[in-house]
């Protein structure tokens, strides 16, 4: 059974730094890319970084030299470091990967940035 789950999000000042993680179970993680996606009230939920599992990685344009998706695959776990945060990046950010031909997704964090 396939489990994704999210935490560090939080409330921060714009500016402020935050490090999200998501700790994945049932899948054979060192063979598997992850992503990070984010969905605002009242908007369609986007892409924000992915990596390979070869480590290559990309990012949406508006968190481009912000933003850093990492992962450690001795602990199961991918991060999300984001840095310079600012109001607009608020949302409920999930960590998500494909397996056996399907998608998966964690519970969702949510992230708060006040000005």
């Known amino acids: 059974q396939v489990r994704l789950v999210e935490s560090g999000g939080g409330l921060v000042q714009a500016g402020g730094s935050l490090r999200l993680s998501c700790a994945a179970s049932?899948?054979?993680?060192?063979?598997?890319?992850m992503g990070w996606y984010r969905q605002a009230p009242a908007k369609q939920r986007e892409l924000v970084a992915a990596?390979?599992?070869?480590?290559?990685?990309n990012y949406a344009d508006s968190v481009k030299g912000r933003f850093f998706i990492s992962r450690d695959n001795a602990k199961n776990t991918v991060y999300l470091q984001m840095n310079s945060l600012k109001p607009e990046d608020t949302a409920v950010y999930y960590c998500?990967?494909?397996?056996?031909?399907?998608?998966?997704w964690g519970q969702g964090t949510q992230v708060t940035v006040s000005s």
């Open positions: 998500t990967t494909d397996s056996g031909g399907r998608g998966y």
């Open positions: 990596i390979g599992s070869g480590g290559s990685t």
């Open positions: 049932g899948i054979i993680f060192r063979f598997n890319a």
